[in-house]
């Protein structure tokens, strides 16, 4: 049970009823949109913000992806892993790359890409942001324009673990199966 109480998606709201509108049209309303409903105006710039991450941007889906699950998982965001871990899975990421996230360094399992994307994400959560180096290396590997995109991905993420996290926003059932280690 969360911390605050969930909008119903039948409400008679008329801005936010288009808002759950548009979402049932793509599939479901997620909990989390349940909860940053008590605000219709931050719901209506959320969702189209966080599906252009996810879909619009040219840096890899699956570095993308990669990427918000080593947040997931530095935050310990249940809701945010069960949601991106299938993501992840179907981009190409292995399982067993999923469950080495806590010791990435030690597992030999990323190449040197997904490394400097698993640094950017340790960054983001341990720290005020990039550090310098991780900042350099990600240019020199990606260019600006897919630094940039990273590195806004990494943030938003850091912040949907943080929201999540806060309201213990309860995992939607079918989310739920895609928890494993490291956060079963």
Known sequence: ???MKMVDTETSDPELKDVFEKMKQRGTVLNVYRMLAWSPALAKVWAPFARGLRNE???????R???IVQIA????SRYEYGHHAHMALTEGVTQAQLASL???RDSGLFDADESVVLQLADDLTHASGASAATMKALQE?????HTIELLATGAFYCSVARIVNSLDCELEPEAAQHVVPPLA
């Open 73 to 76: 998982c530095r935050h310990e």
């Open 102 to 104: 806590p010791n990435w």
């Open 65 to 67: 992806e990669l990427l």
């Open 1 to 3: 049970m969360g911390r």
């Open 141 to 145: 590997r990606f260019g600006e324009k």
């Open 57 to 63: 941007l040219s840096v890899s889906r699956r570095l």
